[in-house]
């Protein structure tokens, strides 16, 4: 007798929210960080700069409530409000918070003694114009020059990372231009390019400024599952291909490389630092 077993619904995309009375980016870069631990996981990820009003901060709860009332889980929100009142409202979402400021701050007011000046937009204030600019322009490079779109400006990259599509190579590009203010480009061997054996003819002038992501054949295969599930793309015979592939280009070419495989982008980010010698733009 045919028993018919329903097919179990897809898992629910669940909710981050990165929240912030100035540009959002300190909440995000460790909000993205903390949840890079978590890569089986899709999250839907929403930023919400400049929450520095009450009436700012009760719309902010508008859109995690129905955040939470579509996927029915809760939301996480990460935030770096300054402002007890508003992040008393931020709170009375339904959703999990998690305040990036408040214990830390409490901790250290336990330790010195001395009690915080909770002036809303204070974490912001002290930044370096310079470092800001640094900072902007290097995601600014990232950007457009992300997945090999463009390569016309490699004479200013700091870095190209290359790799097989699905390696990481765009969230660290991020990482490094947010953390470091390091200018890195990135680009794709597509299945051409590792057809030849050789580099791209458009990375060959820049080869001292490459450097190679590799990721276990296992979790490729399912990243790309995740993408376009049933492909040969996807396929464990393409991406064992893949693999041989880049490996052979890796040494032939002499370029430094990681496996990533196991490692949150900011392991990926300071190993990379570590491995080329390369110097933070920002903060040094």
């Known amino acids: 007798m045919y028993v018919h077993t329903p097919t179990p619904p897809p898992p629910a995309i669940r909710s981050a929210f990165f929240i ?6 300190t909440a995000e870069t460790l909000g ?11 999250f839907d990820i929403q930023v919400i700069p400049y929450v520095d009003t009450i009436e700012l ?13 579509t996927s029915k889980l809760r939301p996480l929100v990460f935030d770096t409000i300054v402002s007890d009142e508003i992040r008393e409202i931020i709170n009375s979402a339904n959703a999990y918070n998690l305040d990036i400021y408040e214990g830390l701050i409490n901790r250290i007011a336990t330790e010195i003694n001395h009690e915080p000046n909770p002036h809303a937009g204070m974490a912001h204030s002290h930044v370096d114009s310079d470092d800001y600019k640094a900072r902007i322009d290097a995601v600014h490079f990232a950007l457009d020059n992300d997945d090999g779109a463009r390569t016309t400006h490699y004479d200013g990259a700091d870095i190209i990372l290359i ?22 480009a ?9 057809d030849t054996s050789q580099l ?3 990375l060959k002038p820049y080869h001292n400024k490459l450097f190679g992501l590799t990721i276990d054949t296992e979790r490729l295969v399912r990243i790309r599952q995740e993408r376009r599930a049933g ?23 002499k370029i430094p490389n990681l496996n990533v495989s196991e490692m949150s982008v900011e392991e990926i980010a300071t190993r990379i630092l570590q491995i080329t010698g390369l110097k933070r733009r920002i903060g040094v």
């Open 20 to 25: 912030s009375d100035g540009t959002a980016i």
């Open 32 to 42: 993205k960080s903390l949840l890079s631990q978590f890569s089986d996981v899709e």
């Open 57 to 69: 901060a009760k719309q902010a709860v508008e859109r995690i409530n129905r955040a939470f009332e």
């Open 163 to 184: 790799g097989l599509s699905r390696s990481g190579k765009t969230p660290t590009s991020l990482y490094l231009a947010l953390q470091y203010g390091i200018r890195a």
């Open 186 to 194: 990135n680009y794709p061997l597509t299945e051409e390019d590792l």
């Open 200 to 202: 791209p003819a458009a």
């Open 231 to 253: 492909s040969r793309y996807a396929s464990l015979a393409q991406c064992q291909e893949e693999q041989r592939a880049i490996q052979a280009i890796y040494s032939s070419q």
